[in-house]
T-cell receptor, first 120, second 112 residues
Framework: SAVISQKPSRDICQRGTSLTIQCQVDSQVTMMFWYRQQPGQSLTLIATANQGSEATYESGFVIDKFPISRPNLTFSTLTVSNMSPEDSSIYLC?????????????????FGPGTRLTVT | LAKTTQPISMDSYEGQEVNITCSHNNIATNDYITWYQQFPSQGPRFIIQGYKTKVTNEVASLFIPADRKSSTLSLPRVSLSDTAVYYCLVGGRMDSSYKLIFGSGTRLLVRP
């Protein structure tokens, strides 16, 4: 498993501003992921961040709006740019722990506690 | 893309076994099935993962039929602390890209 922390845990921001969310993991991991979760809803993948390469964005998410940095194997940031009230959500990072176990290969994700963003 | 369908909610009582089923008719060959538990104001917590047949760990079992178009998470003897939202996740890695589709979640309420 992995222990993941996020900063800030919550924030209230004005529209038009930007917020950078930090994600720190206690071990070196290759793949990190960023998700958005609207209150009471499921998780939607924003992008996949592989250390040393450009992030891969899912349909509906673009780099200009959600730039991601991945400077090393234990850290990543997600910036929510030019925010509007529609960006109010919980943003979560996760890491992949993969390997081979008794039942074959596994690809497990472990999540941070999330960042609750409110845009006014 | 594999679309996943779960019951919106389930009720149970302490000490009972709870089975939550997720349908994923369009699951791909490379897809794994993973289940997560989420409490309010927390990130999802990994429960169990499987590819086919049955997987068991210290907290749950996962049953996957041969056609892999559904999966069932089984929680033995639930307690009040098992009240949470349970998500199935279908997807995995294809070369260097990922496909990760979360279900809509099942809200489990365990009553005394």
């Amino acid at each position: 498993s992995a222990v993941i922390s996020q900063k800030p845990s919550r924030d209230i921001c004005q529209r038009g501003t930007s917020l950078t969310i930090q994600c720190q993991v206690d071990s070196q991991v290759t793949m990190m992921f960023w998700y958005r979760q609207q209150p009471g809803q499921s998780l939607t993948l924003i992008a996949t961040a592989n250390q040393g390469s450009e992030a891969t964005y899912e349909s509906g998410f673009v780099i200009d709006k959600f730039p991601i940095s991945r400077p090393n194997l234990t850290f990543s940031t997600l910036t929510v740019s030019n925010m509007s009230p529609e960006d109010s959500s919980i943003y979560l990072c996760s890491v992949e722990i993969s390997g081979r176990g008794n039942s074959g290969r596994f690809y497990e994700q472990y999540f941070g506690p999330g960042t609750r963003l409110t845009v006014t | 893309l594999a679309k996943t369908t779960q019951p919106i909610s389930m009720d149970s009582y302490e000490g009972q076994e709870v089975n939550i089923t997720c349908s994923h008719n369009n699951i791909a060959t490379n897809d794994y099935i993973t289940w997560y538990q989420q409490f309010p104001s927390q990130g999802p917590r990994f429960i169990i993962q499987g590819y086919k047949t049955k997987v068991t760990n210290e907290v749950a079992s996962l049953f996957i039929p041969a056609d892999r178009k559904s999966s069932t998470l089984s929680l033995p003897r639930v307690s009040l602390s098992d009240t949470a939202v349970y998500y199935c996740l279908v997807g995995g890695r294809m070369d260097s890209s990922y496909k990760l589709i979360f279900g809509s979640g099942t809200r489990l309420l365990v009553r005394p």
